[in-house]
């Protein structure tokens, strides 16, 4: 029950629970019981609005940082992911496999501003080797939703 | 020129679908809310469109056998086989069609001339009584009712059979209703079927949108196979309207006939859609789950909305329709369904356009977003409550 509440709520936070209740064939006080549970216990994180800033006149610049690391003794990154993942500019601080460790994603104002950023607070770590920043273009898609879909216009005939 | 002349009474006489009646006058319109439409709102999944692609891209243009190809007509038995627990002959029983229509159209053509009578239960979708008099037979209707939930009853059907009948159609899940035939139900049809020489023309199209319980095919059941035709397509399962796609299986004397049909008016069935197929049929169950599961939602969440407003309708089991009684404000269908279209900016289609039994009804149908659900629901809520 709980999974599909879950997957509900992540393709549209604002079902409400008497909604949810309707779609899963689910008494009201369950689903509020459930939702309430997997707010405390931490699986549901927060919600949050999809925004398309180049919708709007807000300047901003979205970069992927390839990081990599020298571990530290009995930490292994943790320490340093806790280091950079407490910049309020850092959306996203993911530990990977392969070439490099840390991808670390922020957005800024300007690219000087995100270039400042790895130049003064990133690299200076003394853990951090080397940093590869690439800049992103253009949003196609993000967290599963499109950021170019044509206005919802429905094209379907009506045959039968 | 006196066009008048020269066409054909029947087909001048033949009515053109209802359907489109208020789905026409609501495009001329703006900001209508509309629950009319008898198609997925899913696209094709990416990795059957892509098949297609590809054997564009390898130059599949040809046409293929007439049949269809045999790897998609081994497929197709594959998965009955898979579902619904029954097996065709991939050689001899079973043709690619150009949709589910034009399987129900070589069908009706094969078996029907002057004088014979085909049985056809309604609400239903609109076809099968045009297409039985274009075949100079004639269309004997039974009315289900609410009260059955819309079933064909094993007396009904037994007091609509005489001598000149030579098939019953059979369209369950229904269009517009939403009703089924459980496994019980269709053994009490078989029943009364078993000693005439009456061919059932089953039209599946919905097999994949049932809710609560799995589809039955009808050729299932004990010595109904040799008396069945199954009609049904990718359109609605997988999300492949566009694609105009479907198949028949039948008993090979039959379908060497049929083939015959399909072979001067269409040659055979669009490649492209075919490849796509074969890919939906290989790898797209997953694919059917997830948007049958999401219906299932919206069917639950429409039944309870409407309830709620106070209209009343009995649980729809399968396809993707709601079919409200709307009897109780006093109106006919059409009066309803237009009033609700021009006052308050919502369309449905009057249940009338689904042949008798329909008036007093209208079909709802949820292949649309819970937010676009929400938002009609709250325009008929408006509209009911303004009675």
Known sequence: ?160 | MDYGKLLSKTVVNTEKSGIRKFFDIMETMNDVVGLTVGQPDFVTPWHIREAGIESLEKGKTYYTSNAGTMELRVEIDKYLTRRFGISYDPEKEVIVTVGGSEAIDIAIRAIIEAGDEVIIPTPSFVCYAPITRMAGGTPVIVETTYKDKFKLTPEALKAAITPRTKMLVLPYPNNPTGAIMTKEELEGIAEVLRDTNVLVLSDEIYAEMTYGRDHCSIASIEGMKERTIIVSGFSKAYAMTGWRLGYLCAPAPLTEQMLKIHQYCIMSAPTTAQFAAIEAMKNGDDDVRMMVDEYNRRRRYIYNGLKGIGIESFEPEGAFYIFPNIGQFGMSSDDFCAKLLYDYKCAIVPGNAFGAGGEGFARISYAYSIKHITQALERIEAFVKSL
């Open chain 1, 1 to 160: 029950m709980k999974s599909e509440i879950l997957k509900l709520l992540e393709n549209d936070a604002k079902l409400s629970p008497a909604q949810i209740s309707v779609m899963l064939d689910l008494p009201l006080d369950e689903v509020t019981a459930a939702i309430t549970e997997l707010e405390s216990n931490g699986t549901i994180l927060g919600y949050k609005a999809i925004v398309d800033w180049e919708k709007t006149e807000r300047e901003s610049v979205t970069a992927m940082i390839d990081v990599k690391l020298t571990p530290q003794k009995d930490k292994g990154f943790d320490r340093v992911a806790e280091k950079i993942y407490n910049y309020p500019e850092v959306k996203s601080v993911y530990l990977m496999s392969g070439a490099y460790d840390l991808s670390v994603l922020i957005e800024g104002k300007t690219m000087k501003e995100v270039a400042f950023f790895v130049s003064q607070k990133l690299a200076p770590i003394d853990e951090v080797i080397s940093t590869a920043t690439h800049f992103v273009l253009h949003k196609y898609k993000d967290t599963g939703v499109l950021y170019d879909a044509t206005l919802d216009i429905d094209e379907r005939g009506n045959c039968n």
